[in-house]
C-alpha cells in the first residue's frame, strides 16, 4: 500500500504560478506510473499529466507548454509545476499511483485561479 498526500494549492491571479507536491508514504521507485488529475465543480475527473519511472511525461492538450510534472523517487515525491494559470484550471489537484494493479489517490489540494 502507498498513502499519498498532495500539497501547495492556494488562491492565484490568473498568469501566476503554483508548485504542487504529492509525498508518498514509501518509496516510489516501484511505482512505474505517477499521474495528476483534477476535478472542477460539476465536472468529471480529468487527467492532467503523468511521469514514468524513466521520467517520460504525457500532458492533457491544454496544458501543454505551462504545466510541468517530475518525480523525485529519493525524497518519494511528485511534483507539478504550474504556470500561466487560468481561471479554467480552477479545480482540485489530486496525485495517483498505480501499484500492483491497485490505484491509490490522495486527498487533493484545491487551486483556484481568480481573473
Avoid at 494549492?9 to 507536491?21: F, K
Avoid at 492533457?60 to 518519494?76: E, L, M, P, Q, Y
Avoid at 515525491?77 to 499511483?97: F, G, I
Wanted: glycine fraction near 8%; include cysteine.
Amino acid at each position: 500500500q502507498v498513502q499519498l498526500v498532495e500539497s501547495g494549492g492556494g488562491l492565484v491571479q490568473a498568469g501566476g504560478s503554483l508548485r504542487l507536491s504529492c509525498s508518498a508514504s514509501r518509496n516510489i521507485l516501484s511505482i512505474n506510473v505517477m499521474t495528476w488529475y483534477r476535478q472542477a465543480p460539476g465536472k468529471q475527473r480529468e487527467f492532467v499529466a503523468t511521469i514514468t519511472r524513466s521520467g517520460s511525461t504525457n500532458y492533457v492538450h491544454s496544458v501543454k507548454g505551462r504545466f510541468t510534472i517530475s518525480r523525485d523517487n529519493a525524497k518519494n515525491s511528485v511534483y507539478l509545476q504550474m504556470n500561466s494559470l487560468e481561471p479554467e484550471d480552477t479545480a482540485v489537484y489530486y496525485c495517483n499511483a498505480v501499484d500492483l494493479a491497485r490505484n491509490y489517490w490522495g486527498q487533493g489540494t484545491q487551486v483556484t485561479v481568480s481573473s
